[in-house]
């Protein structure tokens, strides 16, 4: 185990859903990202959080809606989601944002139809 | 746009021998370089980091770096089939605060 843990595992959502994904670290580490991976695009970064802050949003349409409510929580909330967001939805954490080093979660493999 | 460059292959490699995984990277002011493995179906896992030239020896495992040609290889000896997975370069840039991943190059060791 990575220290880093998602939920859920797997969603299949429709396309007016509404859902959320968690992820949590236990490593005290004070920097989280959200990443999308699809077959044969490398890791897409979509968010970071540090100590609680947004500091990037990386062109994220607005579907999706990221949470950090402290260092140890993050959620995507997720709505009105299209057929090519259907991906794995990665977590990630850091020791700070200066840190190189990620460590990753199981990922949430979301399938919208 | 910054980019990280792996040949995506599969790269097969018989059990016992040398694989050597290569990753070019665009960004002359990156900092660190980072090696990651995953498995089909799983979630990236860091397995080495090296942050000067030369290289870093981590048992089976070294990686190497050459910044004056921007490029970074992780060579696996006396490969096993268990090291079958994709493996992802991906290099962290100070200036911008952010690790960039290549798409990964798919390793098969045949038994």
């Known amino acids: 185990e990575t220290g880093v843990t998602q939920t859920p595992r797997h969603l299949v959502m429709g396309m007016t859903n509404k859902k959320s994904l968690k992820c949590e670290q236990h490593?005290?580490?004070?920097?989280m990202y959200w990443y999308k991976q699809s077959a044969k695009k490398p890791l897409e970064l979509m968010f970071v959080y540090n100590f609680k802050e947004q500091t990037e949003n990386n062109s994220v349409p607005s579907r999706f809606s990221p949470e950090c409510p402290n260092s140890s929580h993050l959620f995507l909330h997720l709505h009105t989601l299209q057929p090519e967001d259907s991906a794995l939805y990665l977590c990630?954490?850091?020791?700070?944002?200066?840190?190189?080093?990620?460590?990753f979660g199981p990922g949430t493999r979301l399938t919208v139809t | 746009q910054k980019e990280v460059e792996q040949n995506s292959g599969p790269l097969s490699v018989p059990e016992g021998a040398i694989a050597s995984l290569n990753c070019t990277y665009s960004d002359r002011v990156s900092q660190s370089f980072f090696w990651y493995r995953q498995y089909s179906g799983k979630s990236p896992e860091l397995i080495m980091s090296?942050?000067?030239?030369g290289d870093k020896e981590d048992g089976r495992f070294t990686a190497q770096l050459n910044k004056a040609s921007q490029y970074v290889s992780l060579l696996i000896r006396d490969s096993q089939p268990s090291d079958s997975a994709t493996y992802l370069c991906a290099v962290f840039s100070g200036g911008y605060q952010k690790v960039t991943f290549g798409i990964g190059t798919k390793l098969q060791v045949i038994p």
């Open positions: 090296i942050y000067s030239n």
């Open positions: 990630a954490s850091s020791p700070d944002r200066g840190s190189g080093e990620q460590y």
């Open positions: 490593l005290g580490h004070n920097a």
